[in-house]
């Protein structure tokens, strides 16, 4: 079992950056498919952007391709979300996810999740 643990949201202005981080609290992510789903107040979780673990196969969200970007650093296979020309509509809860045997959009295929990291974003 795998705890993970997201950092890097605030608040900034649209057209901004911000790079989420979701690290696990022990152990790598080096095997696990991950994924970044996000929750605007009031409505349902929604997919954002996925990688296999090795790398080789990423998914986007059409509303965020473009301007998002999943990738994976050294330190434990620390997974990140780069963020960049930020919409209000961007505004919401942000979640990383995890999973050994799961890659792709659904919230059900992933079994780790973390706690979640706000991102607001002003116009």
């Known amino acids: 079992q795998v705890q993970l643990v997201e950092s890097g949201g605030g608040l900034v202005q649209a057209g901004g950056s911000l790079r989420l981080s979701c690290a696990p609290s022990a152990r790598t992510l080096r095997y696990y498919h991950m994924g970044w789903f996000r929750q605007a107040s009031g409505k349902d979780r929604e997919f954002v952007a996925a990688m296999t673990w090795s790398g080789d196969s990423t998914n986007y969200a059409d509303s965020v391709k473009g301007r998002f970007t999943i990738s994976r650093g050294y330190v434990k296979n620390t997974v990140y979300l780069q963020m960049d020309s930020l919409k209000p509509e961007d505004t919401a809860v942000y979640y990383c996810?995890?999973?050994?045997?799961?890659?792709?959009?659904?919230?059900?295929?992933?079994?780790?999740w973390g706690q979640g990291t706000q991102v607001t974003v002003s116009s």
């Open positions: 996810a995890g999973s050994l045997n799961y890659y792709g959009d659904r919230l059900s295929g992933y079994d780790y």
